[in-house]
């Protein structure tokens, strides 16, 4: 080298394992991202529950026909499979959600509120939520329906008793 070009010196320094690492840090890997804020709405399905959801930027309050989560959902199970979708894109507390919800059992309905917010939240911000909530399952409607009965059995699949003589 010539004596009037710089050189750039990277520093390396030895941990108590005897390996160098950089004094840059890197971006830790499971940082927020940072995703658009903005309202939006959808309707989630499930059985015959039938949710419609809107999102609007907030301190996370949940409303759901006119009744905080706890109260309409006691059951933590319920609150826990509601509240999915903001766990999974990281985003707990910056949305108030206000619902309308009928149709079905309880269970149901947790289902389709769950289905609700994740669209919601696709609908946000796409390029951002869309692949975490896919791969957790979240943006998939779940198709099972109640089958129908069918002529001469007493239920979808059970028969009368039968008699050989």
Known sequence: MTENSTEVEETFETNEQGVAYS???APAADAPVNSTIAPSAATGRRKQAVAR???V???GNWTVNGRALDSYFPNKLHQQVVNEPFVTTQLEGRFDVIA???GGGITGQAGALRLGVARALNAVD???NRAVLKKAGLLTRDA???ERKKAGLKKARKAPQFSKR
Do not use: C, N, W, Y
């Open 126 to 128: 796409i390029d951002a």
């Open 53 to 55: 959801v809107r999102i």
């Open 100 to 102: 309308r919800v009928h």
């Open 144 to 146: 099972r329906v109640i």
């Open 57 to 59: 930027p907030g301190t």
């Open 23 to 25: 004094s840059e840090s």
